[in-house]
């Protein structure tokens, strides 16, 4: 066993390193220090040089326009822009190329590819999700969004809910019930829609936190041409299940990183609040290291697996509920180091962001609190983490799956609500 | 980069599912625990076919030239299985005596420690806090009361930690048959390691080195134990998760098997995921085996480990209902094992505290 990068991965980490200090801004500390209104600016700027270096979608293969890095140069870039707390694109990006992209390079038609990948590139389509809706949540292949054939057209109605970034999206993928007389999984299909047109709205929701990172996206007779259909009628299932299963571990040594510089602030906190001497605190602290650790060595494991092709398709559910426990309870230790100071909760937030604060946002009472409320939402969003247990339980061991009352039609079934 | 078992090394661990298959299966490991005794000839059988205790020792002073990771997965099979069999006790001493030791001492005792001719135990404490209650005087004779001793019965000798009259810390090599040494024999809470509080009353013992002890080199002995135990531990708490998805599995109630339900399946799911955080980390400290961070890597191991087998096997006796609190079902076997475990080298708490010195201070 040993822990060290193969000398490429070091020579392309030098070239990122240097990449990024020639990229930045002089005295630069991190997207949180910023004033809010020059954030967004900076992250245009910032995909643009990421744009002009050919490091914008790296996932891809060079033929789309990609970067056609391999896999462990993939996650050397991760881990740098993630050290430097700097973005891989725009928060669309995210879902547009990591996600949309490389499913239409693996299930997309000819037309599919040529129309839409320059466009998701050079950023005329700005892409949202469309999956949760209000009555499919975890339950997702319950979802009732509903698409009929109309000539070359799909006339869409109903309801997406928890799109993140859709007030700044123009194109929307999203599952649909093509057919709702076989059984759930299997009437469902994949469509891209506009959504500069008059049957789409764009409403947001203000979170808990008192944010809007996310939108209700509502379809009234809304419209996309045939050919905007990815995968054929029916077969929406598995196109979404391609598309999910498209971060594939790049990622795996990147919690240890950005939560670990959390935890570095949280330590900080406390001496600036003075009860770093507080043996319960220092409790908490170190058992927040440790697991920091713990994450580390996880990382690197499933990095090892990532590369060798050993690894195991659980591997993102034990992460998801590794990190979202550990993001509630530090935060939590967070607003114990605050103390009675967490009850007003003052200076910079944490920008609405899902997890972590930008890098340079200050050690306020406000990012602590922000983030401990957030830390609500962890085990919720991206599949909770009961669900994840169920994965585990049934895909990592064995175990029974509960027995299922949701066979048949759908109609059936939501018609007997 | 290659954080994981190699060809080799799974090879080596299936070898020795084979035999532990033959020597240690269930009935077997409770039949030698019911005495409180090692299994002497499973024992026998580790050092003679398997080089048990020396595979991670220099081929030099007689070892196998391996890396700790072998004897970590050494160690987590014999976890898995509670096989009775004194390992890491020995691990720790051979460490002890190839570290603190002069050539004399190492060329004296090491061979048959490693043959299996003679055992030499440790407990399972920090050497200099060992030190806190044992003493020594000018001559080298040892007063002082250890809790528990695993293995105390069956050893010909023990490593201690004792204060020296002139300041520091020895380490010493105690013949468990010099007079002075009074073994307190009875139960254990760990049925399938036992052991014994031992009183040392004006025992003599042999101090290795000649001298005081470096820290650093203490360091190294009491982590080499941590790293040990911590992989025993993870295989425990492997074994223990399997045998309550087995039986969840199986048992029915409500026309269902129990492990349909979310309120069970759930209880084997956080076992699983602790043991997910846990194992790297148990790998690490043994990848880092003789390096700088070693000995804070393997507190972190421990202190990991402890807390995915305090789940696994508490979890498993809940998995189990009724039939998990009885003697002759198996999880009370691992959950003593866990509860015994969780006070070894320090309790959660003392081992965080160290956490917080060694990693938050230093971040």
Known sequence: ?417 | MYFDYDEDQNEFRSVLRQLLAQYADMERVRTVAETGRIDGELWGVLCSEMAAPALHLDEEIGGAGFSLVETAILAQELGRTLAPVPLIATAIATEAITRLGTEAQIDAELGPVLSGERIVTAPFVALADLAVAVHADAAGALTGDLDFVPHAVDADALIVGASLPEGGVGVFLVPTGAAGVAIDEGDSLDLTRAGSPVRLQGAQGELLGGVAADSVRMDRVDAVGRTLLAADMVGAARETLSVAVEYAKIRRQFNRQIGSFQGVKHLCSDASIAIELAHPVADWAAMTYGQDEFAANSVLAKYQASEALTVAASNSIQVHGGMGFTWEAVPHLYFRRAAALAQAYGDANANLQVIYREVATAA
């Open chain 1, 1 to 417: 066993m040993e822990i060290s990068y193969p000398t490429e991965a070091e020579a392309f980490r030098t070239r990122i390193r240097s990449f990024i200090e020639s990229n930045l801004p002089e005295g630069w500390a991190g997207i949180g220090a910023l004033a809010e209104s020059e954030q967004e600016a900076f992250v245009a700027k910032w995909r643009q040089a990421l744009a002009d270096n050919n490091l914008l979608a790296v996932s891809w293969p060079v033929e789309y326009g990609g970067g056609g890095l391999s896999d462990i140069e993939q996650v050397v870039l991760a881990e740098e822009l993630t050290r430097a707390g700097l973005p891989e694109g725009t928060e669309n990006d995210t879902l547009g190329i990591k996600l949309l992209g490389n499913t239409l390079i693996a299930l997309g038609t000819p037309e599919q590819k040529a129309e839409f990948l320059p466009k998701i590139l050079s950023g005329e389509h700005v892409w949202c999700q469309g999956f949760s809706e209000p009555e499919a949540g975890s339950d997702l292949a319950g979802l009732r969004l509903k698409a009929v054939r109309d000539g070359d057209e799909w006339v869409v109605n109903g309801q997406k809910t928890w799109t993140s970034s859709g007030s700044s999206a123009n194109w929307i993928f999203a599952i649909a019930r093509t057919d709702p007389t076989v059984v759930k999984h299997r009437g469902l299909s994949f469509l891209l829609i506009p959504m500069d047109q008059p049957g789409v709205e764009v409403r947001p929701i203000v979170n808990a936190a008192g944010y809007t990172a996310f939108t209700d996206v509502y379809f009234t007779d809304a419209r996309t041409k045939v050919v905007n259909m990815v995968g054929g009628v029916g077969d929406g299932w598995k196109v979404a299940n391609t598309l999910l299963g498209f971060e594939r571990g790049i990622r795996a040594t990147t919690d240890a990183i950005r939560f670990g510089r959390e935890v570095g602030e949280l330590t900080e906190l406390a001496k600036q609040r003075g009860v770093d001497g507080d043996p319960f605190i220092r409790r908490e602290l170190a058992w927040c290291h440790a697991r920091v650790h713990a994450m580390r060595a996880r990382g690197l494991r499933m990095l090892t697996q990532l590369l060798e092709g050993t690894g195991s398709p659980v591997s993102g559910s034990y992460s998801k509920a590794i990190w979202s426990q550990f993001f509630q309870r530090y935060t939590e230790v967070a607003t114990q180091i605050l103390g009675p100071a967490a009850l007003a909760p003052r200076g910079q937030g944490n920008a609405g962001l899902l997890t972590v604060a930008h890098v340079g946002t200050e050690n306020s009472s406000k990012r602590w609190v922000d983030e401990m409320l957030y830390g609500r939402a962890a085990t919720v969003y991206g599949g909770s983490l009961q669900i994840q247990k169920n994965i585990i339980g049934e895909a990592a061991h064995g175990l029974p799956r509960e027995p299922r009352l949701d066979g048949g039609a759908f109609q059936d079934i939501t018609a007997a609500k």
